[in-house]
């Protein structure tokens, strides 16, 4: 709770009504990657019921879908301006040049991650199954496309 | 994605039915930093707010407080059996031997952190302040008694 509240207090009056302030730029990567890493946790489960490894859970595509469509929201504003080093990372230096194309990725994974969530509260395993594999299509093309394979500083 | 699917693969068909699987001692104690990296940064808004730093925002009250309330549920079977080293960690090794007590305290936050969404949820800044001050307490004292100063491997 210290840690909260020194954070809190460093947070300046104007900046506090934003969800996301910009902060330290390691403090920035790695914030996006925790969010990231409790989404592919998320993920896991899914990915076993939707390739047949594990039977269909209609509780656990729900939790694991919701869990994902709040998460999806969280990164994007983590990766602002001057947020392109500073710690480890494996995020593409194209993500600051090609910030359009950044930006539809993020947008479509994160209706794909709507629909799949509306997917899974209708209990239906079929179309679990269909939407889970249209946002893994997301994920792998932005993936592809602006996550490098090892870490660089 | 890639690794996404690949987490998937390796979750047995009887382990992916539980939210979260046991998985290796390093990617449970990240998991749980992750979990605790993204409540603290939903945490400085509201403390900024709680402290009169910034002015009461109902709607980033509760957007973060909901946020909160969702993760708190997350990190706890992650300090399971075995989880206690393998990566750098704040975590005591009491935790692992008061049990019943970080239990207890795990239940505590999240209770508090119930009860501050409800809170957020009538847009009353007094109620807003006072369950923010509970939720932080239930924060400090498990930091307290189960968080080391210091990283440890």
């Known amino acids: 709770m210290k840690r909260i509240m020194i954070a809190a207090a460093a947070l300046s009056a104007a900046t506090a009504g934003l969800a996301l302030a910009q902060q330290k730029p390691e403090a920035e990567i790695r914030y996006r990657q925790s969010v990231m890493n409790v989404i592919g946790r998320a993920m896991g489960p899914m990915g076993a019921m939707a390739q047949g490894k594990a039977p269909f859970n209609a509780a656990v595509a729900q939790k694991n879908s919701a869990l994902v469509e709040t998460m999806l929201a969280l990164p994007w504003d983590s990766f602002g301006p001057g947020t392109d080093k500073g710690a480890p990372t494996k995020a593409d230096l194209k993500i600051w040049k090609e910030t359009a194309k950044f930006r539809q990725g993020s947008e479509a994974t994160q209706k794909a991650a709507a629909s799949l969530a509306a997917a899974a509260k209708t209990g239906d395993e079929g179309k679990f199954k269909a939407a889970f594999?249209?946002?893994?299509?997301?994920?792998?093309?932005?993936?592809?496309?602006?996550?490098l394979k090892q870490f660089r500083n």
């Open 133 to 147: 594999g249209e946002l893994g299509k997301t994920c792998k093309s932005c993936h592809e496309d602006f996550q």
